[in-house]
T-cell receptor, first 115, second 112 residues
Framework: DTEVTQTPKHLVMGMTNKKSLKCEQHMGHRAMYWYKQKAKKPPELMFVYSYEKLSINESVPSRFSPECPNSSLLNLHLHALQPEDSALYLCASSQGEGASGNTIYFGEGSWLTVV | ELKVEQNPLFLSMQEGKNYTIYCNYS?????LYWYRQDPGKSLESLFV?????AVKQEGRLMASLDTKARLSTLHITAAVHDLSATYFC????????????FGTGTRLTIIP
């Protein structure tokens, strides 16, 4: 099983709403990631969790708040977003730090539209 | 700051032809990833290249890595329509954390 599952697949939210994106993997991976991808652009790294601890925050605005409740789950809490935050949000996972030859597996993504 | 550039950005080729996509990066790294993305879909891992001179092949696709030249290539042999997609290379600049910086992407269209 090389699956990373993301929910919801589509989300429309207002600028005053609070919502969450969820990601789950059961591959025993210890590193999990959030990427943001705008239309016709490459993905950009937002956050990295390693062994359930936030290890990298790529200067992401505080209206995005990641959470890793356990080694299989990763959430991205959204609050007071702007229309320019509309994008595809991709979750990914890999074996994690120290393991060589890691393949990074991506989920199907959550399409977010902020209105 | 790490920069990853691909060329061409757009490629339209006929079925049965061969072509190569190039990926150049600006800082030292010995880990290079290739992904495929279909429209509206997620990223599918194609290859992970881990050392200078690494070459991997899967079907009609072959990827290579020259760390001294900071160059990776993705070669397509006898293209078929199913290979139409956007192809990204990505460089891991933080060994062990898989902190990927993606290239600009190459949008490949295979014409019958």
């Amino acid at each position: 099983d090389t699956e990373v599952t993301q929910t919801p697949k589509h989300l429309v939210m207002g600028m005053t709403n609070k919502k969450s994106l969820k990601c789950e993997q059961h591959m025993g991976h210890r590193a999990m990631y959030w990427y943001k991808q705008k239309a016709k652009k490459p993905p950009e790294l937002m956050f990295v969790y390693s062994y359930e601890k936030l290890s990298i925050n790529e200067s992401v605005p505080s209206r995005f708040s990641p959470e890793c409740p356990n080694s299989s789950l990763l959430n991205l809490h959204l609050h007071a977003l702007q229309p320019e935050d509309s994008a595809l949000y991709l979750c990914a996972s890999s074996q994690g730090e120290g393991a060589s030859g890691n393949t990074i597996y991506f989920g199907e993504g959550s399409w977010l539209t902020v209105v | 700051e790490l920069k990853v550039e691909q060329n061409p950005l757009f490629l339209s080729m006929q079925e049965g032809k061969n072509y190569t996509i190039y990926c150049n990066y600006s800082t030292t790294s010995d880990r290079l990833y290739w992904y495929r993305q279909d429209p509206g879909k997620s990223l599918e891992s194609l290859f992970v290249l881990l050392s200078n001179g690494a070459v991997k092949q899967e079907g009609r696709l072959m990827a290579s890595l020259d760390t001294k030249a900071r160059l990776s290539t993705l070669h397509i042999t006898a293209a078929v329509h199913d290979l139409s997609a956007t192809y990204f290379c990505a460089v891991d600049k933080d060994f062990g954390n898989e902190k990927l910086t993606f290239g600009t992407g190459t949008r490949l269209t295979i014409i019958p």
